[in-house]
């Protein structure tokens, strides 16, 4: 079974430019999580979906971040126009039980680099 | 709200050493706690949990056991590897499955 794939692996762009994030959780996964982790800090959660539906979007940081989950498959995460504090590793999630005994299974990350 | 802080690092020590990580929390209600590790060049994997007071999760030789009283789950391992070498997160899960997560832990195991 695949597990959670994100591309790219590792994006440099400068600031004010855009990026797109993607990520594909395991078939079958209606629980769809974006965290983020900034210069070695804590990993921040950022959203939830559960299908297609924002359960949570508490976490994300400003209105210059776009997440949307097509069909309630995968899932993309665009930052525009991108700004130098946005730097670090963007982490996709998936579960496929809601409940609070449930395990997340991680993609390997998607490294953003702001110039 | 919910957060979680464990000891920084970066953790050296020599192969077969003992090894802890601290981890305290703060939650409302009874959240699940979990131990992830992600490998150098590798994304984040469970490696542990514990959903209740006084339960005791384990694997590959880890422990963690969920002190209430304390609201600790610090993590063990008796003897350390090579291998162990990797950055630990401590995370917890409140409603609706939101992971409140740690700093991480770099461990650098030395032969």
């Known amino acids: 079974e695949a597990g959670v794939t994100q591309f790219p692996s590792h994006s440099v762009i400068e600031k004010g430019q855009t990026v797109t994030l993607r990520c594909d959780p395991i078939?079958?996964?209606?629980?769809l999580y974006w965290y983020r982790r900034v210069m070695g800090k804590e990993i921040k959660f950022l959203l939830h979906?559960?299908?297609?539906?924002?359960?949570?979007e508490s976490g994300m940081p400003n209105n210059r971040f776009l997440a949307e989950r097509t069909g309630g498959t995968y899932s993309t995460l665009k930052v525009q126009p991108a700004e130098l504090e946005d730097s670090g590793v963007y982490f996709c999630?998936?579960?496929?039980?809601?409940?609070?005994?449930?395990?997340?299974?991680f993609g390997e990350g998607s490294r953003l680099t702001v110039l | 709200g919910d957060s979680v802080t464990q000891m920084e690092g970066p953790v050296t020590l020599s192969e077969e050493a003992f090894l802890t990580i601290n981890c305290t929390y703060t939650?409302?209600?009874?959240?699940?706690l979990f131990w992830y590790v992600q490998y150098p060049g590798e994304g984040l994997q469970l490696l542990l949990k514990?959903?209740?007071?006084?339960d005791k999760g384990s694997n590959k030789g880890f422990e963690a056991t969920y002190r209430k009283e304390t609201t600790s789950f610090h993590l063990e391992k008796g003897s350390v590897q090579v291998s162990d070498s990797a950055v630990y997160f401590c995370?917890?899960?409140?409603?609706?499955?939101?992971?409140?997560f740690g700093a991480g832990t770099q461990v650098v195991v030395t032969p």
């Open positions: 979906f559960v299908k297609e539906s924002k359960q949570d």
């Open positions: 995370a917890l899960s409140g409603s609706w499955g939101k992971f409140q």
């Open positions: 939650a409302t209600g009874y959240p699940s």
């Open positions: 078939s079958g996964h209606d629980n």
């Open positions: 514990a959903t209740k007071a006084d």
């Open positions: 999630a998936s579960s496929q039980n809601r409940l609070t005994t449930g395990e997340l299974f």
